[in-house]
C-alpha cells in the first residue's frame, strides 16, 4: 500500500481593495453596526466593484502568486480545481478561465460547486489524484465574487458576503504529513432553505425573473443555522474521532467563516480553546470558497510542520464536511 500522502506546500489569496463596512451599509439597507456584529461577527467585508472583472480575476491573482511563492511553472501543474459557487459562466469551467490567465496550458482543470463545502470538497478530489501517483503538482482555487449574487435591499443577506479568492498547491509527500483524512456528506433536502431560485435550466433567466429579483441569494437564516451549527460540528468531532485526536493534539480549527456563533459552536464541540480557532470573518465576511485558504494563508507564518489541524465547512446544498491535515512545512 503506498504511503504517499497530499501535502499542501504553499498557500496564497487575493482580496479586492474596496471594503463594505457595516457603517456603509447602514446608508444602503435598514440595519446597523451593532445588530451585524452581535449576529455575525462581520465588521467588513472586501468588494470586486472594477468593470469587468469576475471570479477568475481573483483565483488568477491568487494562483499566480502561489505558483511564484513556490518556484512552480506554468508547465508544471498537472491539475487545477476550482471551487465556486459564483462561476465567471456556466461553461466553460472556470477553472478553464482561470488555467488560461495564468498560463497553465498542460493541466486538466474543471470547477467543483458544493456552495461553501467547494474548498473541502476540492481538496479530497485532488488529493486522490496524488495519492495514485498520477499526478505531482495540483493547484486548488476558492474563488467567489459574493457581490454578483447579493441582493443589497435584503438586509438579512447582504450583510454575511464578501468576495476573494485563494489558492494552495498539493505535492506528493511520504513523511507521513500532507491530508490525512476527510469526511464529506450532503443532504439535497437542504435546497429549499439556500439558493439562487433562477438562472438554471430549471428556471432560465426571464424579463420575469430579473424583475422577481430571482437572480440572487436567497436564504431562509433560521434552518440554515440550525444545520450548520449541528453538522459542521458532528463532522469535527467525527474526523478526531476517526483518527483518534483528542483536543490537546489540535493545533489549529480552520473553519469555514459563516457566522462567529457557528465557528463558536464548533469549537467547543471540538473542545478546542479560542486561541486554536482561526477568525477572520470580522474582516472579510463569508467569501464561500475562498474563507478557508484566506485563514490558512494569514496564519500561515505560526503553521508547524507536523501541526495537526482540522478543516470544517458547512454549504448550500446542503452540504458539510471535515478535513483532517498535518501541515506540511515550517514558514520562513
Known sequence: MSNIKAAITGVRIYVPEEKL???????????NDEWIRTRTGIHERRILKEAGKATSDMGAAAVTALLESTGTSPD??????????????????????????????????????AAC?????SLTTASQFIETGKY?????VGA???????????????????DGAGAVLLEPTEEGVGIMDSVLQ?????????HQKAGGSMKPASIATVENREHFVYQEGKTVFKFAVSNMADAAAKIMERNQLQSDDVAWL??????????????????????????????????????????????????KKGDNIVLAAFGGGFTWGAMYVKWAYDSN
Request: aromatic content about 6%; overall charge negative; hydrophobic content about 40%.
Open 21 to 31: 463596512t457595516n457603517a456603509d451599509l447602514e446608508r444602503m439597507v435598514e440595519t
Open 254 to 303: 480552520v473553519p469555514h467563516q459563516a457566522n462567529l456563533r457557528i465557528i463558536d459552536a464548533t469549537a467547543r464541540r471540538m473542545g478546542l480553546d479560542a486561541s486554536k480557532v482561526m477568525i477572520n470573518i470580522q474582516r472579510y465576511g463569508n467569501t464561500t470558497n475562498g474563507t478557508i485558504p484566506l485563514c490558512l494563508h494569514e496564519w500561515e507564518s505560526k503553521l
Open 117 to 121: 463545502s467547494g474548498f473541502i470538497y
Open 136 to 140: 505531482k503538482k495540483v493547484v486548488v
Open 76 to 113: 508544471e501543474v498537472d491539475l487545477l480545481i476550482c471551487a465556486t459557487a459564483t462561476p465567471d459562466h456556466l461553461f466553460p469551467a472556470t477553472a478553464n478561465i482561470i488555467s488560461d490567465k495564468c498560463g497553465i496550458k498542460n493541466a486538466l482543470s474543471f470547477d467543483i460547486m
Open 186 to 194: 450532503s443532504d439535497g433536502m437542504g435546497r429549499e432553505f439556500l
Open 144 to 162: 467567489d465574487k459574493m457581490s454578483s449574487i447579493v441582493d443589497y435591499t435584503d438586509r438579512t443577506t447582504c450583510i454575511i458576503f464578501g
